[in-house]
Every structure is written in structure tokens, then in C-alpha cells.
């Protein structure tokens, strides 16, 4: 099986292509967009700015994936800040991998955010219809608009984002914990928010296990 792997530098993009790597025989592309791969295990590597639409159809249609699995992601406070650019690759890049998989009869795999709904009446499930408040929110749900080959939704809680570490990534919430206790820092955080912390590893390996058991409808799983 061909997997191509996008936004594979950064933390979700890592640990999925480690684990891909690691644990199964699938002939794997990772692609990015900076120059060189921070991931350390001998596999393909290209740049690639999903953005761009020739480029996703140039290089999708010489690996030929079997699945594609999008980690091309961009945090809440970027998505706040700089509107254009998180539209483009969140809503126009998922657009053009969503045309790639559809010509090359791939499967996609994006994964989304709790913050489609509007916090009002949580957990969710994948019944449960979206309803954004936010910018970032809005975004992910046109992105899961986009007309679907055989698509996976896989839905994590964005209170507290995912945590982990790889190389060249910023930290996260658990890491920032971490660093202000061993330096008997005081940590001040809200308390009316309650969130199902992700360990990277764990949601790598159901993705792993998602795509090798395979998936022949469009499916939303929400993670908790």
C-alpha cells in the first residue's frame, strides 16, 4: 500500500510517519513544507505546499497513494491572526489533496477539531451537528465540506491540543506543564474547560490501525 503523508514535519505529522514507518511494509511518501525532513527514518521525502495545486497533482500522481493522510494543520492563534494563509492551506490545500485521492481512487484522511461545535452542550459525538463560533472553527468545517472520495474524519478535542514531542516543533500544553513544575513556577490556566488530552503516539497508532483495516465509506470518528 502507498501512504502519502502531508504536513509531515510537524508534531501530528511526525508521529504518524514514524509509526507508519515503524510498524507496517506500506511504501511511504512523506511531504512538507520546509526543505529538509525532521523525521530521522529512512523514507521518501518531498517538499510540497498543498496550497499549490499542480504540485499536489504532480506528485500524487507519481507516487500513486493508496491513502493520503493530511497532518498539514495550523494551530487556533494562527488561524485568528493570519485568516489567508490558515484558509488557504486548511480549506484550499485539503481541496486539492481531496481532487488527488479522487483521481488516483485514494482514500483521504483529515483529521478536524472539536471547535466545530460551539462548546455549548459536550462531549460531542459524530452525530452531533457543528455549529462554529470561531474563525478556526469555521475553517476546519468548510474544509470538511469539500465534495469526498472515501474520507475520514478523524476529530480531535482542541481545548488542549495534542501533545508529545519531535524534532523542530514548538511546545505544547503537557511540555509547558512540565517545564513550569520543575521550575517551581506558578501556572495559571482556566478552569471552565474541560478537554480529553491526546498523546501523539496514541492518535498516530488508530490512525495507523484505521488505514490498515481499511475504510470504504466516508466516516467521521470523533477521538476521546
Known amino acids: 500500500m502507498n501512504i502519502l503523508v502531508t504536513g509531515s514535519n ?3 505529522g ?3 510517519s514514524k509509526m507508519f514507518i515503524r510498524e507496517t511494509d506500506h511504501d511511504i511518501m512523506l511531504t512538507s513544507a520546509e526543505d529538509d525532513s525532521y523525521v530521522k527514518d529512512i523514507h521518501e521525502y518531498h517538499t510540497l505546499d498543498i496550497t499549490k ?3 499536489v497533482k504532480r506528485i500524487s500522481s507519481d507516487f500513486i497513494p493508496d491513502v493520503i493522510v493530511n497532518c498539514a494543520i495550523t494551530n487556533v492563534d494562527l488561524c485568528e491572526t493570519e485568516r ?3 484558509w488557504k492551506i486548511n480549506v484550499d490545500g485539503v481541496k486539492n489533496l481531496i481532487i488527488a485521492a479522487r483521481i488516483n481512487n485514494a482514500r483521504a484522511i483529515h483529521f478536524s477539531t472539536d471547535y466545530v461545535f460551539d462548546g455549548k452542550n459536550g462531549p460531542y459525538s459524530e452525530e452531533d451537528v457543528p455549529n462554529p463560533i470561531s474563525f478556526y472553527g469555521r475553517k476546519n468545517l468548510q474544509a470538511r465540506m469539500h465534495p469526498k472520495p472515501v474520507t475520514l474524519i478523524i476529530q480531535s478535542s482542541g481545548r488542549l491540543v495534542l501533545y508529545g514531542t519531535g524534532g523542530k516543533v514548538k511546545s ?3 511540555l509547558w506543564m512540565i517545564d513550569k513544575l520543575k521550575n517551581n513556577e506558578p501556572v495559571n490556566i ?3 474547560q474541560i478537554s480529553n488530552v491526546t498523546m ?5 497508532l488508530g490512525t495507523m490501525r484505521i488505514v490498515d483495516r481499511g475504510c470504504s465509506r466516508h466516516l467521521q470518528y470523533c477521538w476521546k
Not at 200 to 204: M, Q, R, T, V, W
Open 84 to 86: 489567508e494563509l490558515s
Open 200 to 204: 501523539i503516539e496514541d492518535l498516530a
Open 14 to 16: 511526525q508521529a504518524v
Open 53 to 55: 495545486k499542480d504540485d
Open 10 to 12: 510537524g508534531l501530528l
Open 172 to 174: 505544547n500544553f503537557v
Open 190 to 192: 482556566v478552569t471552565d
